[in-house]
């Protein structure tokens, strides 16, 4: 009798679980997440670029990603916007999530700066554009967006530094920059370290939220500012940017 109870106990069980699966929406393309419910990163361009893409959707704001995850898993939200480099990252560490094919922009991206930095600025681009002439950035890019996860280690610099460079960033924007064996490590830190090597500059990282950064570059809190961050009209009226270091486009991360 009690085997009989626990069969259709796991029965009904798999039979409810199958139904929730079900009873999600169907996504392969855009036009499929019409009027739903889609995950914005707190203080990003993702929900101006939303509504230009999707005008019926209806953005829900959150603070970090294992957030938008653990929402798109649960059927809270449908999909969430980020940068590509970052979905591929996290669909390495979550089964049954997909990139959908058409990406919503193709942006650059570039280091952010106290506007009152002009000096520093040109400072940076020089070397940006050597970097980029030499192949270190497409060295960098291989490095942290390939699958060869024994290579992602931070270049360490011994050298004599005048002045310190006080840079903010986040920690959990993979590969852009992330928190691995307790050190944030990824792109944009291995290539403001290699700056900061060249032109005499102590690196000090600043961990904030993404939200905060504008205006603790206002502010003078930080002289720079690096995680994946777009060049937006917006953003050249009250920062500086660098020369950009990488360009992408934003997409869309779904279920399965």
Do not use: H
Request: glycine letters at 6%.
């Amino acid at each position: 009798m009690l085997k009989k109870i626990s069969y259709v106990v796991l029965v009904t069980f798999c039979l409810l679980i199958t139904g929730c699966i079900n009873n999600f929406k169907s996504i392969n393309n855009i036009e499929d997440l019409s009027n739903s419910k889609i995950g914005v990163y707190t203080g990003s361009e993702y929900d101006t670029i939303l509504k230009n893409n999707i005008k019926s959707a209806t953005p829900a704001y959150y603070n970090s990603y294992s957030d938008e995850i653990s929402a798109l898993k649960s059927g809270k939200i449908d999909a969430f916007l980020t940068d590509e480099p970052l979905a591929k990252e996290i669909l390495k560490n979550n089964y049954g999530l997909k990139i959908l094919n058409e990406k919503l922009t193709i942006d650059s991206y570039a280091f952010a700066i106290n506007p009152q930095k002009n000096t520093l600025k040109e400072e940076i681009d020089e070397i940006i554009l050597e970097m980029k002439k030499d192949g270190t950035l497409t060295e960098l890019e291989e490095k942290w967006f390939g699958d060869k996860e024994e290579l992602k280690v931070l270049e360490k610099y011994n050298y004599k530094y005048t002045d310190i460079i006080k840079f903010a960033t986040v920690s959990g924007s993979a590969p852009f920059a992330y928190m691995k064996n307790n050190k944030i490590v990824g792109y944009d830190i291995d290539i403001i370290n290699y700056i900061g090597y060249k032109l005499g500059y102590k690196i000090e990282i600043v961990e904030m939220a993404f939200e905060g950064m504008i205006a603790a570059l206002v502010s003078g809190k930080v002289d720079m500012a690096g995680c994946s961050i777009i060049v937006t009209e917006e953003r050249q009226k009250v920062v500086l940017f660098s020369e950009p270091n990488y360009t992408g486009g934003i997409v869309l991360v779904t279920r399965q």
